[in-house]
């Protein structure tokens, strides 16, 4: 009986300490996810300082971004979501969004209009990709090369990384279908225009992977963003693809030689979504936080900490200095006209479709 | 547990003496009076329930935190509700159609699809289900997506009509007149927000034979709009699938001519005009919405998907697909899984052996050097599992790739040239090595302790009777150590299978391991049946190598100590 008594006890202990934390947290302080390193520092320097001084809310910072979708489906299906505001990737916001994990944002009215009065919708443009989705970022996925293994030719575009004979040794590509193929067709003589037709066809995908296979032997695949970083500055690789944010630092904090090859960068948002399932309390403040956090000035805050390019318009003239070094950072946006003079923008909606299927293939690929 | 024991003695020593006492007299008994059976039976079964009772604890925790979860995560291998519980009309329908045929579903489908749809947007699970079926037809995720505003925008044809004839239609107070009963009615009458709960809707009586379908949408319209939508039904104008389902009573079987409650009159205006109001063909305006829904595809798609049960996701992860005609391979291009199961076995196969040819030595010194030298080298052995696994791997990293600490060293030695450094990373070998770094202390654990309990004796003993170093060794000392490498063995063999995190860094595309697909579909596509359809095969795999083992070496012959 004692036992008894003592677990029923305990027990009762224990789910009252956890109500009341759980209380706590609804009081003052909110949980924010996004990827970690350099990122999440400029969104605490640009975002959270700001609004933790401002309102007394405690922002806990977790770094799961890269498996947020997952995390959340599971939290979803256990009926406790401990999130409050999630960073993730806009491909990743329209799945969570299509599976009813996320909630739906009106613009106009949920986030704060241009300084100059005009309407968030208006503002954002077509970076609003999804319902649920409100964009922070542009980044791109581009390639960076080193300057001193790549002889008195440097690489001027994209097609370099196919051409193994004027520029020997290994490169680094993502090891996902996403931006390989694209750049494939391209240098396999595809017009820009028509990529997205050809690789809904068999045969447009097995003309990528054709192309694809003519380097494999001189791919090194990654599949964190610090990888490539890492290949270039130790000299395993002459050229590869990754974050222009990652080569920003690698190039100017780092002082390494290498330099950027925009030709034909992959533009994609990464933004703020809220989930589904939060009390009125919790999504009201969340709410709240998104606003204060994508407003003009806020955007243009955060470049001053990492080179990625605000995703409104009107916070690209107040784009400054690095907070550090000083430097104009206005150039070394992937946004900027001198940056993106071929670029492609993500399709959201046929990698929708077609990611499951042509990640099938490119996988089955890679393992022959 | 401790007084079992005592009171187990206690009736067994008073049995005895009714035994001797007893002589054959009738079944014995115990000193109260009851068989000796029995009362055994009882203290045996009270035994067990202390027993019980003292490991429920653990028992409910490893039941709740362990078995629980990855029965869930196994049952979604075959788990396939999505399809039939958000187009339940729509798949019974479809039942009786001809999937190996040319043509596709007539129009009761498509008018049940428009319902299903209609339902399944309202509750947003529409694209839940794209996103489910594309994982077996791509193009799927974006149709439904698609659908989804428009399908809304279909029924408003009738609604138009119908409030264009009356503008008694047009609002919700007025359909809940005649469709709520009076005693509900009377209780929205001063309803607001602050009164708390929203009374629950109450259908008129004799409504469900006036207007049979008409009934069966406003009560699922009812039901949304104060459980989901958390609005007030009483003015909350009704969704527009309410005036398609009115226009199929008021044309079709009714029983409007003997009803004379509230809006008789309206309805039977309405029953007459509604004769000639435009109507809607479903499968013209699915077409219209995105000329796929007329793909053959779609439908057997659809259909194939249909049952609540599904071996689509153990197909998948076997390089198999549903077809028409049953289970079909994949085309060449899409078969991977089959190589990587092979590759993972292949590989840990590999590994294990290494483990066991680098740690039986280190094992051997271990347990034959004084105590303190040997706990020293001990903690050696562990000190890998103090440092994060990450880092080990990446330590790799730098030792290993092709401008890394071992090729130059190599090069600056003249082993090799400087062009032609060797290939250690991103491929099986960077794979083996740094598994094998990784894995070795659990080789190296159940070695030393199974060696421990070696008797030196027994070696010195082979020697004296003339056996020469190695006949000692491996006629004598080996056999004893077996159990270790038994154990070493399965421990690391089952940890290697499932590893995934050092194949993804040091792998490249040659060293990947089945559970980087795992993985991949369960953080990344999302499809987590087919993640546990292969973490299922998995499973059942290290099972059969278990039973195997236990039949060639048997399991009794594994010591970890």
Same mark, same amino acid.
């Given at each position: 009986?004692?036992?008894?008594?003592?677990?029923?006890?305990?027990?009762?202990?224990?789910?009252?300490?956890?109500?009341?934390?759980?209380?706590?947290?609804?009081?003052?302080?909110?949980?924010?996810?996004?990827?970690?390193?350099?990122?999440?520092?400029?969104?605490?320097?640009?975002?959270?300082?700001?609004?933790?001084?401002?309102?007394?809310?405690?922002?806990?910072?977790?770094?799961?971004?890269?498996?947020?979708?997952?995390?959340?489906?599971?939290?979803?299906?256990?009926?406790?979501?401990?999130?409050?505001?999630?960073?993730?990737?806009?491909?990743?916001?329209?799945?969570?969004?299509?599976?009813?994990?996320?909630?739906?944002?009106?613009?106009?009215?949920?986030?704060?209009?241009?300084?100059?009065?005009?309407?968030?919708?208006?503002?954002?443009?077509?970076?609003?990709?999804?319902?649920?989705?409100?964009?922070?970022?542009?980044?791109?996925?581009?390639?960076?090369?080193?300057?001193?293994?790549?002889?008195?030719?440097?690489?001027?575009?994209?097609?370099?990384?196919?051409?193994?004979?004027?520029?020997?040794?290994?490169?680094?590509?993502?090891?996902?279908?996403?931006?390989?193929?694209?750049?494939?067709?391209?240098?396999?003589?595809?017009?820009?225009?028509? !990529?997205?037709?050809?690789?809904?066809?068999? +045969?447009? @995908?097995?003309? %990528? =992977? *054709?192309?694809?296979?003519?380097?494999? $032997?001189?791919?090194?695949?990654?599949?964190?963003?610090?990888?490539?970083?890492?290949?270039?500055?130790?000299?395993?690789?002459?050229?590869?693809?990754?974050?222009?944010?990652?080569?920003?630092?690698?190039?100017?904090?780092?002082?390494?030689?290498?330099?950027?090859?925009?030709?034909?960068?992959?533009?994609?948002?990464?933004?703020? !979504?809220?989930?589904?399932?939060?009390?009125? +309390?919790? @999504?009201?403040? %969340? =709410? *709240?936080?998104?606003?204060?956090?994508? $407003?003009?000035?806020?955007?243009?805050?955060?470049?001053?900490?990492?080179?990625?390019?605000?995703?409104?318009?009107?916070?690209?003239?107040?784009?400054?200095?690095?907070?550090?070094?000083?430097?104009?950072?206005?150039?070394?946006?992937?946004?900027?006209?001198?940056?993106?003079?071929?670029?492609?923008?993500?399709?959201?909606?046929?990698?929708?479709?077609?990611?499951?299927?042509?990640?099938?293939?490119?996988? %089955?690929?890679?393992?022959? | 547990?401790?007084?079992?024991?005592?009171?187990?003695?206690?009736?067994?020593?008073?049995?005895?003496?009714?035994?001797?006492?007893?002589?054959?007299?009738?079944?014995?008994?115990?000193?109260?009076?009851?068989?000796?059976?029995?009362?055994?039976?009882?203290?045996?079964?009270?035994?067990?329930?202390?027993?019980?009772?003292?490991?429920?604890?653990?028992?409910?925790?490893?039941?709740?935190?362990?078995?629980?979860?990855?029965?869930?995560?196994?049952?979604?291998?075959?788990?396939?509700?999505?399809?039939?519980?958000?187009?339940?009309?729509?798949?019974?329908?479809?039942?009786?159609?001809?999937?190996?045929?040319?043509?596709?579903?007539?129009?009761?489908?498509?008018?049940?699809?428009?319902?299903?749809?209609?339902?399944?947007?309202?509750?947003?699970?529409?694209?839940?289900?794209?996103?489910?079926?594309?994982?077996?037809?791509?193009?799927?995720?974006?149709?439904?997506?698609?659908?989804?505003?428009?399908?809304?925008?279909?029924?408003?044809?009738?609604?138009?009509?119908?409030?264009?004839?009356?503008?008694?239609?047009?609002?919700?107070?007025?359909?809940?007149?005649?469709?709520?009963?009076?005693?509900?009615?009377?209780?929205?009458?001063?309803?607001?927000?602050?009164?708390?709960?929203?009374?629950?809707?109450?259908?008129?009586?004799?409504?469900?034979?006036?207007?049979?379908?008409?009934?069966?949408?406003?009560?699922?319209?009812?039901?949304?709009?104060?459980?989901?939508?958390?609005?007030?039904?009483?003015?909350?104008?009704?969704?527009?699938?309410?005036?398609?389902?009115?226009?199929?009573?008021?044309?079709?079987?009714?029983?409007?001519?003997?009803?004379?409650?509230?809006?008789?009159?309206?309805?039977?205006?309405?029953?007459?005009?509604?004769?000639?109001?435009?109507?809607?063909?479903?499968?013209?305006?699915?077409?219209?919405?995105?000329?796929?829904?007329?793909?053959?595809?779609?439908?057997?798609?659809?259909?194939?998907?249909?049952?609540?049960?599904?071996?689509?996701?153990?197909?998948?992860?076997?390089?198999?697909?549903?077809?028409?005609?049953?289970?079909?391979?994949?085309?060449?291009?899409?078969?991977?899984?089959?190589?990587?199961?092979?590759?993972?076995?292949?590989?840990?196969?590999?590994?294990?052996?290494?483990?066991?040819?680098?740690?039986?030595?280190?094992?051997?010194?271990?347990?034959?050097?004084?105590?303190?030298?040997?706990?020293?080298?001990?903690?050696?052995?562990?000190?890998?599992?103090?440092?994060?696994?990450?880092?080990?791997?990446?330590?790799?990293?730098?030792?290993?790739?092709?401008?890394?600490?071992?090729?130059?060293?190599?090069?600056?030695?003249?082993?090799?040239?400087?062009?032609?450094?060797?290939?250690?990373?991103?491929?099986?070998?960077?794979?083996?090595?740094?598994?094998?770094?990784?894995?070795?202390?659990?080789?190296?654990?159940?070695?030393?302790?199974?060696?421990?309990?070696?008797?030196?004796?027994?070696?010195?003993?082979?020697?004296?009777?003339?056996?020469?170093?190695?006949?000692?060794?491996?006629?004598?000392?080996?056999?004893?150590?077996?159990?270790?490498?038994?154990?070493?063995?399965?421990?690391?063999?089952?940890?290697?299978?499932?590893?995934?995190?050092?194949?993804?860094?040091?792998?490249?595309?040659?060293?990947?391991?089945?559970?980087?697909?795992?993985?991949?579909?369960?953080?990344?596509?999302?499809?987590?049946?087919?993640?546990?359809?292969?973490?299922?095969?998995?499973?059942?795999?290290?099972?059969?190598?278990?039973?195997?083992?236990?039949?060639?070496?048997?399991?009794?012959?594994?010591?970890?100590?």
């Amino acid at each position: 009986m004692n036992l008894t008594k003592t677990l029923m006890a305990s027990t009762a202990l224990t789910v009252a300490a956890g109500m009341a934390h759980s209380d706590g947290h609804m009081a003052s302080e909110m949980t924010i996810v996004s990827w970690g390193g350099a990122y999440s520092a400029s969104q605490q320097n640009a975002y959270h300082t700001p609004y933790s001084e401002m309102t007394g809310v405690k922002i806990i910072n977790d770094e799961s971004s890269a498996e947020a979708v997952s995390k959340l489906r599971a939290m979803n299906e256990a009926g406790n979501v401990t999130w409050d505001v999630v960073d993730v990737v806009a491909s990743d916001a329209l799945r969570l969004c299509d599976e009813g994990l996320a909630m739906e944002i009106d613009p106009d009215t949920q986030l704060a209009d241009a300084p100059d009065g005009t309407k968030a919708s208006e503002d954002f443009g077509d970076l609003l990709v999804g319902d649920c989705f409100i964009p922070q970022i542009v980044y791109s996925t581009t390639v960076g090369y080193r300057t001193d293994l790549v002889g008195d030719t440097p690489p001027t575009d994209i097609c370099a990384i196919f051409d193994t004979d004027a520029y020997p040794g290994k490169r680094s590509l993502e090891k996902r279908p996403i931006g390989n193929m694209e750049w494939a067709l391209l240098c396999d003589g595809v017009e820009k225009d028509a !990529i997205y037709d050809a690789l809904a066809t068999e +045969e447009g @995908q097995q003309k %990528a =992977l *054709d192309k694809l296979a003519t380097i494999k $032997d001189d791919v090194v695949w990654w599949s964190a963003g610090a990888d490539t970083p890492q290949l270039l500055a130790d000299g395993e690789v002459v050229m590869g693809s990754t974050y222009n944010g990652r080569l920003f630092s690698l190039i100017v904090e780092q002082n390494q030689p290498v330099a950027m090859l925009w030709d034909a960068q992959m533009f994609d948002l990464d933004g703020w !979504i809220i989930p589904t399932g939060l009390s009125p +309390e919790r @999504q009201a403040r %969340a =709410l *709240d936080y998104v606003m204060f956090a994508t $407003d003009t000035q806020r955007l243009a805050d955060q470049s001053k900490y990492i080179a990625y390019g605000p995703a409104r318009k009107s916070s690209a003239p107040l784009v400054g200095k690095h907070a550090e070094l000083g430097i104009e950072m206005a150039e070394h946006m992937p946004t900027d006209p001198e940056n993106a003079k071929n670029t492609f923008l993500y399709n959201y909606e046929f990698w929708a479709d077609y990611r499951d299927d042509i990640d099938a293939k490119f996988q %089955a690929w890679l393992v022959k | 547990m401790s007084d079992a024991p005592t009171a187990q003695t206690a009736s067994s020593s008073a049995a005895e003496a009714r035994i001797a006492d007893a002589a054959y007299t009738g079944p014995m008994l115990a000193a109260d009076g009851t068989p000796l059976k029995k009362s055994l039976n009882r203290a045996l079964r009270l035994q067990k329930m202390r027993a019980l009772a003292l490991i429920a604890p653990l028992l409910i925790f490893v039941l709740v935190t362990f078995i629980a979860p990855i029965a869930d995560m196994l049952f979604r291998s075959v788990e396939n509700e999505i399809v039939s519980e958000t187009l339940p009309r729509t798949t019974t329908l479809l039942a009786n159609w001809d999937a190996k045929g040319t043509e596709i579903p007539d129009e009761a489908v498509f008018e049940a699809l428009y319902d299903d749809m209609f339902y399944a947007i309202e509750a947003k699970e529409h694209t839940k289900l794209g996103g489910r079926l594309n994982y077996e037809l791509t193009g799927m995720a974006s149709l439904f997506r698609k659908s989804g505003r428009k399908v809304e925008d279909m029924g408003e044809v009738y609604q138009d009509q119908f409030e264009g004839l009356d503008a008694f239609w047009k609002t919700g107070e007025n359909w809940n007149s005649f469709m709520g009963s009076d005693e509900w009615l009377a209780s929205m009458a001063g309803w607001t927000k602050a009164d708390g709960r929203q009374p629950k809707f109450k259908l008129r009586e004799g409504m469900a034979d006036v207007l049979p379908a008409t009934t069966a949408t406003y009560l699922k319209y009812a039901a949304f709009t104060q459980n989901e939508d958390q609005k007030n039904l009483y003015t909350t104008d009704p969704w527009a699938i309410v005036y398609s389902s009115l226009h199929k009573d008021l044309t079709g079987e009714n029983a409007l001519a003997d009803y004379a409650g509230p809006a008789a009159e309206q309805l039977k205006a309405g029953a007459a005009a509604a004769t000639s109001f435009e109507t809607v063909n479903f499968s013209e305006a699915f077409l219209d919405i995105d000329k796929k829904w007329h793909d053959l595809d779609v439908w057997t798609t659809i259909k194939a998907y249909s049952p609540k049960l599904t071996s689509g996701y153990f197909l998948n992860a076997i390089d198999m697909q549903k077809s028409v005609d049953g289970a079909e391979m994949r085309p060449e291009n899409q078969q991977i899984y089959g190589i990587l199961f092979y590759r993972t076995m292949k590989m840990s196969v590999i590994i294990t052996l290494s483990c066991i040819m680098l740690g039986y030595p280190v094992a051997w010194i271990l347990a034959n050097l004084p105590a303190r030298q040997a706990n020293l080298l001990l903690i050696l052995v562990l000190l890998p599992f103090w440092t994060s696994l990450l880092v080990r791997t990446s330590a790799w990293k730098v030792l290993l790739q092709d401008q890394g600490v071992i090729n130059d060293t190599l090069v600056w030695l003249g082993i090799v040239a400087t062009d032609d450094r060797l290939a250690l990373i991103n491929n099986q070998t960077g794979t083996i090595i740094a598994m094998t770094h990784i894995l070795l202390p659990f080789m190296i654990l159940p070695l030393y302790s199974v060696m421990q309990t070696i008797q030196p004796t027994y070696l010195r003993a082979a020697k004296s009777l003339g056996a020469t170093n190695w006949t000692a060794f491996w006629r004598v000392y080996f056999p004893q150590s077996v159990p270790g490498i038994g154990a070493g063995s399965i421990l690391v063999f089952i940890l290697a299978i499932g590893y995934y995190i050092t194949p993804a860094i040091v792998g490249g595309t040659e060293g990947t391991f089945i559970s980087n697909r795992i993985a991949y579909h369960i953080s990344s596509s999302l499809n987590w049946g087919l993640g546990a359809a292969l973490g299922a095969i998995l499973l059942a795999a290290v099972m059969l190598l278990y039973y195997a083992y236990d039949k060639i070496v048997g399991i009794d012959n594994v010591k970890l100590g």
